[in-house]
């Protein structure tokens, strides 16, 4: 099992197997920790031992975020490895935790020495008006470092007006080889395997269900199409969803790809994403604009400089289209009700170099080589949504809700 953004964001690898699992693990970490959230190739169960930080979670609370002529407030705290944001009805908040992994562990993963744990801490929790937040979607796969921090497990969640939620898991049933075995027991490796990658319906009972296995079906893609990224497929890692009336759309940071899901679970794929100068796109996040047309952007594979993350504006039918430039490790974005577009960028230093307060929300004007600064000095942020007239960005997205006295996963209001 793999980590986040993009072990982010939501992973901890590079997709240079310099990470522990791939694109998923580019998105999930620290410094060498961003090497993971979302950006490389291979899985956390299968042990490949690549660094990406200490291994023991951020213990430093950093100090307020800097926001010349912006509000930031925190709305809640004590979340565990939060990631993507979706407003449901009522205005209520919904927040995707990717958990803190479990009491199973299997070597490597991490440094050398080092395990990942895995369990089944992930879900999606509701957020009150109070800051109270309670789960309403539980029971699903994660894997973490021993400590609970950078997890992978849910990393999207997006809701219909009628209630029903919509949710995705990372990896594939690929992640899991058979050598996890050896130190899982036999029901948690057939429940991570009949969970890892798919696309998972909640309705307002809470009752859940699986209704595509987007992560088997990117794998199969990429195996079918290795020419596109040789030394990277194939992969998958579903990592962000769109929901709409009859359709889910959804962002895999492995293959790149933006896939449609149908409500009868078939799956597409609508446009594939090219290779940055250095490894891979790694998109991460995408809406609908104004135009109709969808907004993605992406992370970047380690090794990409910082400002090579790009905004691509998506027709179906048609290949993708540059709309904006000069971004780096965006691991969350979308319209705000002022119709404007914002990216999270999880640091704005190279992903290798990501470490507390180097992230930052940013605002992208059509067309742009440069984005403009909304709120900097963040610590590794990921989700995005809004509602009337303020952003929310979930913040500390690699840290668990029990983290011995340090930062706890977060999500922060901001009035621009």
Not at 315 to 340: I, K, M, N
Not at 389 to 413: C, D, F, H, K, Q
Request: hydrophobic share 35%; net charge negative.
């Amino acid at each position: 099992m793999a980590g986040y953004t993009a072990r982010t964001g939501a992973s901890r690898r590079g997709k240079e197997n310099t990470d522990v699992s791939g694109s998923r693990r580019a998105l999930a970490g620290t410094a060498a920790v961003a090497c993971a959230v979302l950006a490389g190739s291979g899985s956390a169960w299968a042990g490949n031992g690549n660094g990406h930080g200490n291994g023991h979670g951020p213990k430093k609370h950093q100090g307020p975020p800097r926001a010349p002529g912006a509000t930031v407030t925190q709305l809640v705290s004590g979340l565990d490895n939060p990631r993507d944001l979706a407003f449901g009805p009522a205005g209520r908040l919904f927040v995707a935790e990717a958990g803190h992994g479990g009491s199973e562990c299997i070597p490597g993963g991490g440094p050398p020495g080092e395990e990942t744990c895995v369990g089944f801490t992930s879900g999606v929790s509701k957020i009150e008006s109070s800051g109270a937040h309670h789960r309403v979607l539980t029971g699903l796969t994660s894997s973490a470092e021993p400590d609970g921090t950078f997890a992978i497990g849910v990393d999207g969640v997006s809701l219909l007006g009628n209630g029903d939620m919509f949710a995705v898991e990372g990896e594939s049933s690929h992640a899991v080889p058979p050598e996890a075995s050896k130190f899982l027991s036999a029901d948690t490796v057939d429940k991570a395997r009949a969970q890892l990658g798919r696309l998972i319906k909640t309705n307002p009972s809470g009752n859940w269900r699986a209704v595509a296995d987007v992560g088997d079906f990117d794998f199969q893609w990429t195996e079918e199409h290795k020419e596109l990224v040789p030394e990277q497929f194939p992969d998958a890692n579903p990592y962000n969803v769109l929901t709409e009336p009859g359709t889910n759309w959804v962002i895999d940071a492995a293959s790149n790809t933006l896939d449609q899901v149908r409500s009868n679970g078939s799956i597409g794929v609508v446009a594939f994403f090219p290779n940055p100068p250095v490894s891979d796109a790694v998109p991460t996040c995408v809406d609908r604009g104004p135009d109709g047309a969808f907004y993605v952007s992406e992370l970047t594979g380690t090794g990409n400089a910082a400002g090579a993350a790009v905004v691509w504006r998506v027709v179906p039918g048609q290949a993708p289209t540059e709309w904006a430039s000069g971004l780096t490790s965006v691991t969350g974005c979308g319209f705000g009700t002022d119709g404007q577009f914002y990216a999270v960028e999880f640091s704005t230093k190279p992903l290798l170099e990501a470490a507390p307060g180097t992230g930052a929300v940013v605002r992208v004007p059509p067309h742009s080589t440069s984005p403009t600064p909304v709120v900097e000095e963040l610590s590794f942020p990921n989700g995005f949504a809004a509602a009337g007239g303020a952003l929310y960005v979930s913040n500390w997205s690699i840290a668990p809700a029990s983290n011995g006295g340090g930062p706890t996963g977060e999500v922060l209001r901001i009035v621009p």
